[in-house]
């Protein structure tokens, strides 16, 4: 599976899938005989080799209003952990210039002043698993890396490399009150500020941030997915919850149907409504996808099941959000808490049925080509329940 198959399962798989798919296209275009396995091997290396380079870290960094994304609520955000008395580490896999561009541009020229750490170029996910990994002081007027040995961290200093356990040697963290102590061979003994449910770690990548985090020292790990902001919005939107509410109806019908029928075998009238009733539910299932705004439909989802993202964000992830300015509208000691059916079996979900419409109304009519059409005799469907956007 793994000389086959390579997963497409963050942002950074978006531009590779683009450009592979943009290259493949053009040799078809051009009646270019090309092999697969190799169109995708070049341009796989031809990505990689932008980034070691620092080619693609120098354009965005000369043109940042371009690039990076305004995020109005952040500084708040840090300045309220701050006043909390939180401590801030910010690691990165980035070179610090191209870091320093980014952040002056996003935060302010003082954005150093938020953090208690900075360490860049750190090779996230070796940066948790090593455990001696030496960190090097970067000279920020330059960028250049120093030569001296690296005794214990300065506020206002930058830092590359290292590891998770010479950075809890070099904190002074270990006055923390916490009395949750782990048995862990990275975490240097007497560091229970970075003991399990002391710390808070939030990143943008789950397979290079988040997974080693949380199977390594089982933090509390925050995921920031863009997507879920953009899906929110949808939801939202009433043709979105007529075809959700519609496909909801159906497959309740199908189920109420098939127990009133009971054990028995079915007859060919009986199969032919279950067939009519999983078409039209195949039906308004494309125009769930259609209405997401891209041909593969939602990143959560494939068709009806959790993708491969979704489980991997279920497992990894205690939370998840769009941005991390969302965390204005909770308070630094705030304690979240899961849906009642969050990570349930089947058998354990009590969910409410859904509201009862005439079912041959349903089959009477079609699926209309913007998904806006649906006959029911109760009028249109219930508002849909009130989502908590930052789970």
Sequence with gaps: RRKRLKPLNDLFSMAECCLIADTIQYFKNENIDFCPSNAVTDVLGAIGDTHISGDFHRLVASNPERYFDPSPNLKMVLEHLKLADKRLMFVSNSPYWYVDAGMKY?????????????????????????????????????????????????????????????????????????????????????????????????????????????????????????????????????????????????????????????????????????????????????????????????????????????HSLRRYCDMYMSHIGALINYSPQHRFYPEPDFRLLAHEIRGAQPECWVLEDVLRDKVSGDGADMAGTNGSPPPPQQQQKEE
Excluded: H
Excluded at 230 to 249: A, G, H, M, Y
């Design 106 to 310: 996003v935060i302010g020229d003082d954005w150093m002043k938020m953090w208690d750490a900075v360490i860049v170029s750190a090779g996230k996910p070796i940066f948790y698993t090593e455990t001696k990994r030496p960190f090097r002081e970067v000279n920020k007027e330059n960028s250049r890396v120093q030569f001296k040995r690296v005794d214990c961290f300065e506020k206002g200093c930058v830092y590359t490399g290292g590891c998770l356990r010479e950075l809890t040697r070099l904190m002074d963290w270990s006055d923390a009150t916490g009395r949750d102590r782990v048995q862990n061979k990275y975490i240097v003994p007497g560091a229970l500020s970075l003991a399990t449910s002391n710390v808070l770690y939030i990143g943008d990548s789950l397979f290079a941030d988040l997974v080693d985090a949380k199977r390594e020292f089982g933090w509390i790990t925050a995921a920031v997915t863009p997507e879920v902001g953009f899906e929110l919005d949808i939801q939202e939107q009433s043709n979105f919850v007529l075809v959700e509410r519609t496909i909801e109806f159906l497959l309740n019908s199908l189920r109420l149907l098939q127990t009133e029928l009971g054990p028995t075998l079915r007859t060919q009238e009986d199969n032919a409504v279950l067939d009519s009733l999983e078409k039209l539910v195949s039906r308004w299932r494309d125009q769930e996808t259609a209405l997401l705004g891209n041909p593969f439909g939602s990143v959560f989802r494939a068709r009806y099941q959790p993708s491969l993202f979704a």
